[in-house]
């Protein structure tokens, strides 16, 4: 077990005044049986009303919007979480079974459909077809994150929210956003179900307690093979106890951090800082 406090601040900083905005925040961490979920608290600068709910994809979010003028929006997500990690397991379902399930689930049918993100390059889809022709779907999943981890380069600054699988695995260069939208276009391309992870990452491999590391966003993927089994194809790691939860949905773009609109002509700047201390 791994317990760890995330202090993740983000927010706007505006051109000049604005006279008011209006944001849906995802910085609530996830609480089921792997992740205990001992605190939480989100401060928003300026105050607002807010109303907190759980999404489609059951995401906690938090609705706010601030109604008085105001040059910065600030905020600040306070989290204390227990990591435990996961019996292991070898999967059994085989692809006629997967199939025939699919079709009789809504959470599955939802995952195996494709998005704009997702769409993928024709030559990665023709690889996991080869590979599933001999292979389980577990064994499938896992073969394409190893191509995935072993053809890209992860590169700050290439790509940016808005990119898509096919335009990064052709440059062959791209985030962690990239390398999960790509390995799920390929999971969905041959059957296998499969959803976009956002949460935290710690950076080092052998954290030390009581030390706090500069953090960040992170993406992952999960796929179904009779229950869900979570990966990390940007590290080839699979997910245990440095992996933090935030939400689980098709892609991206249904699980931002941070998106907003506000009232006013001027430009607005998104800063980010993620403060990551391991405390047990």
Not at 90 to 113: F, H, K, N, R
Request: aromatic fraction near 10%; glycine fraction near 6%.
């Amino acid at each position: 077990m791994s317990r760890y406090k995330i202090v993740h601040t983000t927010g706007f900083k505006y051109e000049a005044d604005v006279a008011a905005s209006y944001n849906e925040a995802r910085l609530l961490p996830v609480r089921d049986d792997r992740q205990i979920v001992f605190s939480t608290k989100l401060d928003i600068e300026p105050h607002g009303s807010s109303h907190e709910y759980f999404d489609y994809f059951k995401t906690r979010t938090l609705m706010f919007e601030v109604l008085e003028p105001h040059r910065e929006l600030t905020i600040t997500a306070t989290t204390n979480v227990e990591l435990r990690n996961p019996m292991p397991e070898t999967p059994t379902l085989d692809w006629p079974s997967m199939a025939a399930l699919v079709v009789s689930s809504l959470e599955l049918t939802d995952a195996v459909a494709q998005t704009k993100r997702t769409s993928p390059p024709a030559d990665l889809v023709r690889f996991a077809k080869r590979i599933a022709k001999t292979n389980s779907p577990h064994e499938t999943a896992l073969a394409v994150c190893a191509k995935v981890f072993s053809d890209m380069t992860y590169r700050h600054g290439v790509t940016g929210v808005h990119s898509i699988a096919t335009e990064a695995w052709n440059n062959k260069i791209g985030v962690c956003q990239d390398f999960a939208h790509i390995t799920l276009g390929a999971l969905r391309a041959v059957g296998i179900p499969a959803r976009y992870v956002s949460g935290y990452l710690h950076p080092s491999k052998q954290p030390q307690i009581g030390e706090t590391v500069t953090g960040e966003s992170h993406a992952w993927v999960e796929w179904w093979a009779g229950k869900w089994f979570a990966y990390d194809p940007t590290n080839d790691v699979h997910v245990l106890e440095r992996h933090v939860v935030i939400g689980r949905a098709r892609d991206y773009d249904d699980l931002p951090p941070l998106r907003g609109v506000y009232a006013g002509p001027h430009q607005s700047e998104l800063f980010v800082s993620v403060q990551i201390t391991k405390e047990g």
